[in-house]
């Protein structure tokens, strides 16, 4: 019941000396639920897009893998190429190329997948609202069916505390204050000597000998991370992920975002109740945390037509609405799921597809520089 209704079922006869009313007599009016027609199809299509980009980072990490070996073995073993989307799981790497771009006006020369990537997870977040996050990342897929596998077994994830809960999300801001302070001081020749010495070279190789070499402490790590994302949706994701807490800042700037309209609305909270980063999408006009992945979790469980939709910012609200539609001014265009997903494979492929054409994708280093540095990764020092 709002306000209103409350300040009226205190009067009588229209005194406004406040009277006791039983419970039982006030008829609380609900909205009329005028049911969607449409077909809900976004989860199966995020799922397709999920499995799809899992799928091609474990083709990648095996290929990754025979390659090193390849050079450890000095040249003997049976020779595979070097697959450069590896250069993904190098966000840093990005972000140092992003700035040495943006200084020195030109494309780096090592390890410019992750120059690409990284940019084109960026714009996805930005026209798109840290897709990447639910739609792409592989942690993130791996995340989320923890913590559907914890409510599956349990028939419930277990919040934590507002006081426990807060400070915790802060954590992945300090982890990426501390990344961006360290690109932050350095120059464009820095950068481009950082990545050229022999430790920025097989950066990526020290990253797969870290999870081929797990140390005692770091499996215990790990382990907990896994078992905290079975009990807390998205654990990693909402705590500790300096990667989403860069895309989620970007993602504020969105000229997109998850609308709800409250003339339709319903007021059942089955948005919320869904919501993986428990936002109060109920009483929310616009979405604009940085929490929000744009899962569509939310859409896909509105029962109530046209009631939470993707849209442009300013979506017209309840009191503008007539009966035929808004009564000042046209609505803001909606943006269908199936272009919302075709936006984030055109940012993909583009990218990628553009590096690949003009030869900027793979780091041209000759193999003999690979053959000598790859088995002697551990011993590289970070310069």
């Known amino acids: 019941m709002n306000a209103e209704a409350k300040s009226d079922a205190g009067r009588v006869g229209g005194s406004s000396v406040g009277v006791a009313i039983p419970p039982q007599l006030i008829t609380i009016t609900r909205k009329k639920l005028v049911r969607r027609t449409d077909r809900e ?41 070097r697959p450069s989307g590896v250069e993904g799981w190098l966000p840093i790497a990005g972000l140092m190329q992003l700035k040495y771009v943006a200084l020195s006006g030109q494309l780096p020369r090592v390890h410019p997948a992750a120059f690409f990537l990284f940019t084109a997870f960026l714009l996805m977040s930005w026209l798109l609202r840290k897709s990447f996050c639910s739609w792409l990342c592989p942690v993130g897929t791996f995340s989320e069916y923890l913590w559907k596998l914890g409510r599956f077994i ?40 950082f990545l050229a010495s ?3 070279l097989i950066v990526d190789v020290r990253m ?10 770091a499996a215990y790590v790990v382990l907990g991370l896994v078992v905290a994302s079975i009990f807390v949706q998205n654990f990693w994701c909402r705590y500790l992920c300096p990667y989403g807490a860069f895309l989620g800042l970007a993602a504020l700037a969105s000229p997109v975002r998850i609308a709800r309209r409250e003339a339709s609305c319903i007021d059942c909270a089955k948005c919320a109740k869904v919501c993986p980063s428990a936002l109060k999408v109920d009483k929310l006009v616009q979405i604009r945390s940085a929490e929000c992945t744009s899962c569509l979790e939310c859409v896909a469980v509105c029962p109530a037509k046209e009631t939470l939709v ?29 272009a919302f997903a075709a936006g984030i494979a055109v940012i993909f492929f ?20 690979y053959l000598r540095l790859v088995p002697t990764a551990s011993e590289q020092a970070h310069p």
């Not at 426990?164 to 120059?187: E, N, Q």
């Not at 797969?208 to 140390?215: E, K």
């Open 208 to 217: 797969l000998n870290f999870f081929r070499y797990l140390s005692g402490t």
């Open 154 to 193: 349990f028939r419930r994830n277990f919040a934590l505390p507002r006081w426990v809960d807060i400070p915790l999300r802060g954590l992945k801001y300090l982890l990426l204050a501390f990344f961006a302070y360290a690109v932050y001081g350095m120059s464009a020749i820095a950068i481009e000597q």
């Open 350 to 369: 583009g990218l990628v597809g553009y590096a690949k054409v003009t030869r900027h994708w793979d780091t041209q280093v000759p193999q003999q520089v």
């Open 41 to 81: 199809y976004s989860q199966r299509l995020r799922l397709g897009f999920q499995l799809t980009f899992l799928a091609l980072n474990v083709w990648i990490g095996v290929q990754f893998y025979h390659w090193v070996r390849w050079a450890e073995s000095g040249g003997v073993a049976r020779e595979v190429a």
């Open 198 to 200: 022999p430790y920025g």
């Open 310 to 338: 993707v849209s442009f910012p300013h979506f017209p609200k309840a009191g503008k609405y007539g009966p035929h539609g808004p009564k000042n001014g046209r609505p803001r265009p909606q943006v269908p799921v199936w």
